[in-house]
């Protein structure tokens, strides 16, 4: 009588066997064995089973994602369970990327890395700690691909310059990907003026018969898949 949920009874020999879980923590009261010969019935006295609670570990799952491309959202959060409810967890990671931030409550990662973040980063171990025992995810690598930078284009060129006198503007050019071959073009361009294909500087000195309105002067820069103009 009042055989444990967890426990099973053996009718041919008396056995009461079981292994309780931790959701089966508690106290078992007034278990009663009796065997009956057909006349007769006889009993041990009833008995309690106390259940303890033993330590579970956490368990930690999931399949972080192993490539982002420069300028991409990262973001990974595991799976993070412990059946002990008054246990508080710890969670920590080892070789975090410069680019990123743990959240140490729910165990994400998650951040955007820049161009000067293209590269591999190894060995990241995401592990949780419940104070007695640590388990930890698998370590991976988070691969940073670069993606492509438009180049930029600034400057203040000046309007007016006196026939006869130099006129010289450099723009400045910046593109953050080391490997483009930059094309710098201009449109418009005064025929007394002269482009500096490598750095985007115009100079020249316009003569008299120069004297006028050059209009629409358009200066750009294509780094072979995006092209900006000032």
């Given at each position: ?24 923590v ?30 579970d ?50 165990g ?6 820049g ?34 930078d ?40 005064p ?40």
């Amino acid at each position: 009588e009042n055989l444990p949920s967890w426990a099973t009874f053996n009718a041919d020999a008396g056995e009461i066997s079981g292994v309780p879980e931790n959701h089966h923590v508690g106290h078992y009261l007034e278990i009663l064995i009796s065997v009956n010969d057909g006349v007769e019935t006889v009993s041990l006295p009833s008995f309690t089973i106390e259940v303890s609670n033993a330590n579970d570990a956490p368990t930690i799952s999931g399949q972080p994602a192993q490539k982002v491309l420069q300028g991409g959202t990262y973001r990974f959060l595991p799976e993070i369970i412990d059946v002990d409810p008054s246990d508080t967890l710890t969670i920590t990671v080892e070789n975090l990327p410069p680019w990123a931030a743990l959240n140490v409550d729910t165990g994400e990662i998650s951040g955007t890395p820049g161009n000067h973040h293209v590269g591999h980063y190894p060995e990241i171990l995401i592990s949780v700690s419940d104070g007695i025992e640590i388990v930890s995810l698998p370590s991976f690598t988070i691969e940073v691909s670069n993606a492509n930078d438009a180049p930029t284009i600034s400057g203040q060129p000046a309007q007016k310059v006196l026939q006869g006198g130099i006129y010289q503007f450099l723009p400045e050019i910046i593109d953050v990907d080391p490997s483009d071959t930059l094309t710098i073009t201009v449109e418009n361009l005064p025929p007394w003026a002269a482009l500096n294909v490598d750095t985007g500087e115009i100079s020249g000195t316009p003569g008299n018969h120069h004297v006028g309105h050059y209009p629409e002067i358009l200066i750009s820069v294509s780094d072979g898949i995006e092209i900006v103009s000032l």
